[in-house]
């Protein structure tokens, strides 16, 4: 039987770092970014929505197959643990995961401060042409870019509103992105310790980029190195106010809320 915990990461914060360290241990398998979400959010409207089910509304087989997702989804993966990537911790998500997951689930949460983040796309997007945000905002200022960055139907917001939901929960483990690229092996093992796994020696030089259940990214459709792992673990060093404006620095400067409980 896989059991199944969930990765709920701002994006720019070392997810596929992660995935790719924790990947090496054959028993894990780490996502990249997750549809299943999506898939269960739709089944669940499906029901709510359909005059069809509800002309004949037979929940406890609606409810077989919302239960088989997770199984279904990953039936074909080696690994006995799946660590699914996504916004799990939104109040929908958190609902079915109460109703459907098949074990009691636990969250990862890694977090990098905001700014950071932004400053990450913004280096990013000038590195590496053409890109979703350019495209998305018809390469304007950098102010717009990271105004759109923050939408809150786009990644950042969901996943920081996620975080910010979970943060508090007894079944759920604080990282930052500092701690995982600074003290990578004792970090790992807190994730081991959290799991209730046995410690696997991993090896944190010469990484492979991601590749889970025989896929990789696709890069190409949102721009080249998104998803870029790094062979050697180091932090990219830059200053925030090369790449971002002080109106944006004012804007989104005071929005790491975990630094007050994470000391």
Not at 10 to 31: A, E, F, W
Not at 240 to 257: E, W
């Amino acid at each position: 039987m896989k059991q199944y915990y969930f990765l709920v990461g701002l994006p720019r914060s070392g997810n596929t770092l992660l995935s790719s360290i924790l990947n090496q241990n054959s028993k894990i398998s780490v996502t990249a970014n997750s549809i299943v979400p999506d898939i269960l959010w739709n089944l669940h409207q499906e029901r709510e929505n359909s005059l069809t089910f509800k002309n004949f509304p037979d929940h406890q087989s609606y409810d077989n197959l919302m239960s088989s997702v997770f199984d279904g989804y990953y039936k074909n993966w080696k690994s006995d643990i799946i660590i699914d990537r996504s916004n799990w911790g939104s109040p929908n998500n958190i609902k079915l995961l109460e109703k459907y997951c098949p074990n009691k689930p636990k969250f990862i949460l890694l977090v990098r401060d905001v700014l950071e983040v932004l400053a990450s796309f913004i280096k990013w997007s000038k590195e590496n042409k053409p890109n979703f945000i350019d495209y998305e905002t018809n390469n304007a200022s950098v102010e717009i870019k990271c105004d759109f960055l923050m939408r809150s139907d786009l990644q950042i917001v969901q996943e920081y509103t996620a975080i910010h939901n979970l943060y508090k929960n007894p079944n759920a483990l604080l990282i930052t992105y500092n701690e995982l690229i600074s003290s990578s092996e004792k970090t790992i093992n807190k994730i081991y310790e959290f799991l209730q796994m046995d410690l696997y020696n991993h090896k944190f030089k010469n990484l492979n980029q991601l590749t889970v259940n025989g896929t990789s990214y696709d890069d190409k459709v949102v721009g080249n190195n998104l998803h870029y792992v790094k062979s050697k673990i180091s932090k990219t060093d830059y200053t925030i106010k090369d790449y971002l404006p002080l109106s944006v620095v004012n804007k989104y400067g005071n929005l790491d809320f975990w630094k007050n409980i994470h000391k």
